[in-house]
């Protein structure tokens, strides 16, 4: 299986100010079609996860362009230029290459 | 509108056994990879189960491998999935996702997810 490993696992941020997270996969997300499988979601309180990168830096419909996702092979980052209050909550990378498909431990973004 | 809808969660004894439906609208589910997805309490995310677009190939967890079944009905626009054997660490908030499609890429993220339905494993 793919091991996740993101860091770090708490990010206090300053409205405003930028923020980022990394995440490393065991082996290269980097598939023959030359796309990396590695995807972000935000998972906010009492509500379902939400896609915002896929393929290491397409953002999803409908996501703000303050995010922003990079990386390939093992290490990825996903980018918020400048924090919003409504952007807490816990990040999760996630590899899509093969299954099993794993998910990071998470990061807990919250506002200082 | 796009959207998935569970169902079947619930209070279950260890050992018994829970059908989770999710219904799909605004979208014909039998053209997308699904997945389920849990949470448990206090937890990360873990992938569960996928089941391709026809419905011709599955793969598990290897924590529920054995005791879990995928499956769809296309005419039902509906996904299931089948617990048995339940135990106390199968507790947790089951999502079931989308895999999305489009004209470019060949995947494109798990863009959509039901809001989620609880199962509690307790005697």
């Known amino acids: 299986d793919i091991v996740m490993t993101q860091f770090p696992l708490s990010l206090p941020v300053t409205p405003g100010e930028p923020a980022s997270i990394s995440c490393r996969s065991s082996?290269?997300?980097?598939?023959?079609?030359?796309?990396?499988?590695l995807d972000w979601y935000l998972k906010k309180p009492g509500q379902s996860p939400q896609l915002l990168i896929f393929l290491s830096s397409n953002r999803a419909s409908g996501v703000p362009d303050r995010f922003s996702g990079s990386g390939s092979g093992t290490d990825f980052t996903l980018k918020i230029s400048r924090v919003e209050a409504e952007d807490v909550g816990v990040y999760y990378c996630?590899?899509?290459?093969?299954?099993?498909?794993?998910f990071g431990g998470g990061t807990k973004v919250e506002i200082k | 509108e796009v959207q998935l809808v569970e169902s079947g969660g619930g209070l279950v004894q260890p050992g018994g056994s829970l059908r989770l439906s999710c219904a799909a609208s605004?979208?014909?589910?039998?053209?997308?990879?699904m997945h389920w997805v849990r949470q448990a309490p206090g937890k990360g995310l873990e992938w569960v189960s996928r089941?391709?677009?026809?419905?011709?190939?599955?793969t598990y967890a290897d924590s529920v491998k054995g005791r879990f079944t995928i499956s769809r009905d296309s005419a039902k626009n509906t996904l299931y999935l089948q617990m048995n054997s339940l135990r106390a660490e199968d507790t947790a908030v089951y999502y079931c996702?989308?895999?999305?499609?489009?004209?470019?890429?060949?995947?494109?993220?798990?863009?959509?997810w039901g809001q989620g339905t609880t199962v509690t494993v307790s005697s």
């Open positions: 996630m590899q899509g290459l093969q299954t099993p498909l794993t």
């Open positions: 996702a989308r895999v999305g499609r489009g004209t470019y890429y060949f995947y494109y993220g798990i863009d959509v």
């Open positions: 089941i391709n677009p026809d419905g011709s190939h599955t």
């Open positions: 082996q290269s997300l980097l598939h023959s079609n030359g796309n990396n499988y």
């Open positions: 605004g979208f014909t589910s039998s053209n997308h990879f």
